[in-house]
């Protein structure tokens, strides 16, 4: 009697483990079949690479808004473009590769306005001042105006020289083509679209699609997936 409860017994335990066993099978196979997730997804080695990278570019990493201002001891080594705009000699491979691709690609952009100096900086604030009191604001108002167009001397990013403002070349692509081809494909060469829309609050400037900034592949391809901005960007890692 004792004998044929253990036979029941092991019978029963053998059937379940045989039932579990085809479970985990048939979810194995389930899984490997699944589609892969869209967009840009990372495996668990190209995190730990995107860590390192990031560790090793944080020259590009540097905040400069209205609270952050450009340190005194910022120094930038420039390279100039075709067309006289200069640029952080450690971003031009990046931005003539994206260049490249827009062009082959059928777009066609060129750089507006790379690195300023602060002379430069202070004389665009200055015209942007001119013209509010010419349309008849107090100076006072003029000022406040300007200043949401214009960055205040030591925290322009163009003063970094990692930040372009890119236009179409106006003859074979308009704004909108060259903005919506960056919107897309920026963050492959490094660079991420600084002030979008929807981050005005956060940023405090208004939505600039022209204005780039190099920030590195791997944090430009994070920023892209999540959908932050710079400030958030840095604030999580
Ligand atoms: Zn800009």
């Known amino acids: 009697m ?3 409860s253990f036979i029941l017994q092991f019978g029963i335990f053998a059937i379940i483990s045989l039932a579990l066993a085809l479970a985990v099978a048939i979810l194995n196979i389930y899984a490997t079949h699944l589609p892969s997730v869209p967009e840009v997804s990372f495996s668990s080695a190209e995190k730990v690479d995107m860590k390192e990278e990031i560790a090793e570019e944080e020259w590009c990493l540097i905040l400069v808004n209205k609270e952050h201002g450009i340190p005194d001891d910022y120094e930038v080594e420039l390279v100039e473009l075709s067309n006289g705009q ?3 000699r450690r971003i031009y491979p990046a931005l ?3 260049f490249d691709t827009a062009r082959s690609e059928g777009i066609y952009p060129v ?4 690195y300023r100096t602060a002379k430069k900086q202070q004389s665009l604030m200055d015209e942007k001042i001119a013209a509010y009191l010419v349309e008849g604001y107090s100076l ?4 406040e105006k300007a200043e949401i167009w214009v960055a205040a001397v030591g925290t322009s990013e163009h003063q970094l020289g990692i930040s372009v403002d890119i236009n179409a070349d106006g003859v ?7 903005y919506d081809w960056l919107d897309e494909n920026s963050y492959r060469f490094g660079f991420i679209k600084r002030y979008p829309e929807d981050k ?11 204005h780039y900034r190099y920030v590195g592949k791997a944090a430009a391809a994070e920023i892209y997936r999540s959908g932050v901005c710079l400030e958030e960007y840095l604030e999580k890692y």
């Not at 074979?172 to 060259?178: F, Q, R, T, Y």
């Open 2 to 4: 004792r004998k044929r």
């Open 86 to 88: 200069c640029v952080d």
């Open 96 to 98: 003539q590769e994206m």
């Open 111 to 114: 750089v507006a306005s790379g």
């Open 140 to 143: 006072q108002e003029a000022k």
């Open 172 to 178: 074979h692509s308009v704004g909108s083509e060259v």
């Open 200 to 210: 005005i609050e956060i940023t405090g400037i208004r939505n600039e699609p022209w």
